[in-house]
Nanobody
Framework: VQLQASGGGLVQAGGSLRLSCTAS????????VGWYRQTPGKQRESVAG???????NYADSVKGRFTISRGNAANTAYLQMNTLKPEDTAIYYC???????????????WGRGTQVTVSS
């Protein structure tokens, strides 16, 4: 299973970006997807998560500005980021809990990060 995160870039404060996380390879289904971010010298932190049943959660710092969603395709999730602030600057990673088969526990996979830079 491979995860591809994309959509990062450079944006001015107040602007918007939409990140995509796409899973590929052989698997049965996705259970949940989470977005995390990390800046140099800091621990990776959770930004938002969604279960394939539709339950979502957000870090307090992004509530009301970011929206996580599933795509129409069963292997894609998005993170819509609005009203971006310089402190949102980080490398953003997606993480997915994936069932490789119809039996057995879900496994977690990480994608490569995508850089988000917000200028003031």
């Amino acid at each position: 299973v491979q995860l591809q995160a994309s959509g990062g870039g450079l944006v001015q404060a107040g602007g918007s970006l939409r990140l995509s996380c796409t899973a590929s390879g052989s698997f049965f289904s996705i259970n949940a997807v989470g977005w995390y971010r990390q800046t140099p010298g800091k621990q990776r932190e959770s930004v938002a998560g969604i279960t394939w049943g539709g339950a979502t959660n957000y870090a307090d710092s992004v509530k009301g500005r970011f929206t996580i969603s599933r795509g129409n395709a069963a292997n894609t999730a998005y993170l819509q980021m609005n009203t971006l602030k310089p402190e949102d600057t980080a490398i953003y990673y997606c993480n997915a809990e994936v069932y490789r088969h119809h039996y057995g526990p879900a496994q977690r996979y990480w994608g490569r990060g995508t850089q988000v830079t917000v200028s003031s």
